[in-house]
Nanobody, 125 residues
């Protein structure tokens, strides 16, 4: 079982970036997939999640309206489209999967069983 995140980089404020997460070793259909991020000196923060039942999407308030999560189960891929990026979006972004439904909430890291290695996103002029 492996998750591989990619697509990070340096982008100017107001710019866009799309992150990808490739899942290997399991059938993605049965899992919810989420993106978390962690900035230096801060705790890991839930960004977005898409469930495995009806594809409902969940977003942190800080990214609502700017980020869009999507999944392609045929390719075992999950994407996070990020637009109108701000310097405070700078962080290492991680993808994670967990069995749906969750016990408490999608925002808690303990709900997820497998994590990718992270990809750095830097928003700076």
């Amino acid at each position: 079982v492996q998750l591989q995140a990619s697509g990070g980089g340096l982008v100017q404020p107001g710019g866009s970036l799309t992150l990808s997460c490739l899942a290997s070793g399991f059938i993605l259909d049965y899992y919810a997939i989420a993106w978390f991020r962690q900035a230096p000196g801060k705790e890991r923060e839930a960004v977005s999640c898409i469930d495995s039942s009806d594809g409902s999407e969940y977003y942190a308030e800080s990214v609502k309206g700017r980020f869009t999560i999507s999944r392609d189960n045929t390719k075992n891929m999950v994407y996070l489209q990020m637009s109108s990026l701000k310097p405070e979006d700078t962080a290492v972004y991680y993808c994670a999967i967990g069995e749906w439904p969750f016990g408490i909430s999608w925002i808690y890291p303990q709900e997820y069983d497998h994590w990718g290695q992270g990809t750095q996103v830097t928003v700076s002029s």
